[in-house]
């Protein structure tokens, strides 16, 4: 057997294992799960939406216990109402949501329509993250088209959007520098339109390497890159090469099975043990997080997800 061959099996019999762990107790209602052990070198988070409004309908109240059972000290993209909930349990929200309305990745920086009322309500929220001791906004570049919403206005071209972004980030960029919170860019997946949540036809910052290099045009260390593994897996791949290329501008990380947005299990194409390791390795210090849609038992899917990025 090859040490390749020994690595991989080494991968299976932890995703195996870590699938047959029974949950030893799980109480009706909110529910109580047993804990596991973590070694925190990753930081790791919720992503609120997968098991709240995409998944099994988890309230915030089982997203806290089930996060602290986990050694996941966040749970993300929850808006300011839900912090004093975290805080209760000792958790904390690695990321906060934009605060636009509707499908938050729609109405971005590129678009000069959309410029105010992007600024103000991520204004806001980076003013509720320093009061609440957030440390991350998320941002978009939104779609290409001139109406968001209409494809038949037609398509921005990549420079204009790009110059577009970064006119609106250098805006608002004081402002998250004065406040210590870091304004983090999402780049997605355009190829993967079987499901709203699996890919975003349409949205304008779908290259990693031309967001990375729009992001350092800003020239702030408070706007920084959203780098999601699974959406770089489909778009540009060669994942940790580019998170050493980009390490300069990451500020988060997002993951997700490939293909189809669902668990860190084999079924799935991306080798997360070494992408973790590399992390590691360039110094990042920031949270990962958990944002599959779960297509079994969210919990032992959560815990595989887990036990895989701990590394």
Same mark, same amino acid.
């Given at each position: 057997?090859?040490?390749?061959?020994?690595?991989?099996?080494?991968?299976?019999?932890?995703? /195996?294992?870590?699938? %047959?762990?029974?949950?030893?107790?799980?109480?009706?209602?909110?529910?109580?799960?047993?804990?596991?052990?973590?070694?925190?070198?990753?930081?790791?988070?919720?992503?609120?939406?997968?098991?709240?409004?995409?998944?099994?309908?988890?309230?915030?109240?089982?997203?806290?216990? $089930? /996060?602290?059972?986990?050694? +996941?000290p966040s !749970?993300?993209?929850?808006?300011?109402?839900?912090?004093?909930?975290?805080?209760?349990?000792?958790?904390? +929200?690695?990321?906060?949501?934009?605060?636009?309305?509707?499908?938050?990745? $729609?109405?971005?920086?590129?678009?000069?329509? &959309?410029?105010?009322?992007?600024? %103000?309500?991520?204004?806001?929220?980076?003013?509720? +993250?320093?009061?609440?001791?957030?440390?991350?906004?998320?941002? *978009?570049?939104? *779609?290409?088209?001139? =109406?968001?919403?209409?494809?038949? %206005?037609? /398509?921005?071209p990549d420079?204009?959007? &790009?110059?577009? +972004? #970064?006119?609106?980030?250098?805006?608002?960029?004081? @402002?998250?520098?004065?406040?210590?919170?870091?304004?983090?860019?999402? @780049?997605?997946?355009?190829?993967?339109? %079987?499901?709203?949540?699996?890919g975003h036809?349409?949205?304008?910052? =779908?290259?990693?390497?031309?967001?990375?290099?729009?992001?350092?045009?800003?020239?702030?260390?408070?706007?920084?890159?959203? *780098?999601?593994? &699974?959406? $770089?897996?489909?778009?540009?791949?060669? #994942?940790?090469?580019? !998170?050493?290329?980009?390490?300069?501008?990451?500020? @988060?990380?997002?993951?997700?099975?490939?293909?189809?947005?669902?668990?860190?299990?084999?079924?799935?194409?991306?080798?997360?043990?070494?992408?973790?390791?590399?992390?590691?390795? !360039?110094?990042?210090?920031?949270?990962?997080?958990?944002? *599959?849609?779960?297509?079994?038992?969210?919990?032992?899917?959560?815990?595989?997800?887990?036990?895989?990025?701990?590394?």
């Open positions: 057997m090859t040490d390749r061959t020994k690595r991989w099996w080494s991968r299976r019999d932890v995703l /195996a294992a870590t699938a %047959s762990t029974a949950v030893t107790r799980v109480l009706a209602g909110e529910g109580e799960v047993a804990s596991v052990e973590t070694t925190g070198r990753i930081k790791q988070s919720i992503v609120s939406w997968c098991f709240g409004s995409m998944g099994d309908k988890w309230s915030i109240e089982k997203q806290c216990q $089930v /996060a602290r059972s986990l050694g +996941c !749970i993300e993209l929850t808006g300011p109402e839900h912090w004093p909930l975290l805080k209760k349990h000792g958790l904390t +929200c690695a990321i906060a949501p934009n605060g636009m309305p509707g499908a938050p990745y $729609v109405k971005g920086f590129n678009n000069p329509k &959309y410029r105010e009322e992007v600024i %103000s309500r991520t204004t806001q929220m980076i003013d509720a +993250c320093a009061e609440a001791g957030v440390p991350a906004v998320i941002a *978009f570049t939104g *779609f290409k088209w001139r =109406d968001a919403e209409n494809p038949v %206005s037609g /398509a921005m420079g204009e959007a &790009y110059e577009n +972004c #970064v006119t609106g980030l250098k805006q608002i960029a004081g @402002h998250a520098e004065k406040q210590g919170v870091t304004i983090c860019l999402e @780049h997605l997946n355009t190829r993967d339109d %079987s499901h709203p949540m699996k036809p349409g949205y304008q910052g =779908d290259d990693v390497d031309a967001v990375a290099a729009m992001l350092r045009r800003v020239g702030s260390e408070r706007v920084k890159l959203l *780098f999601d593994i &699974y959406h $770089v897996q489909i778009m540009n791949g060669d #994942v940790i090469r580019r !998170i050493e290329q980009h390490q300069d501008v990451i500020g @988060h990380i997002h993951t997700a099975g490939n293909p189809g947005r669902g668990e860190l299990d084999d079924t799935q194409e991306i080798n997360y043990p070494p992408i973790m390791r590399k992390l590691l390795e !360039i110094g990042y210090a920031g949270y990962v997080g958990q944002e *599959f849609i779960p297509t079994r038992d969210p919990l032992a899917g959560l815990r595989e997800a887990v036990a895989v990025c701990d590394v």
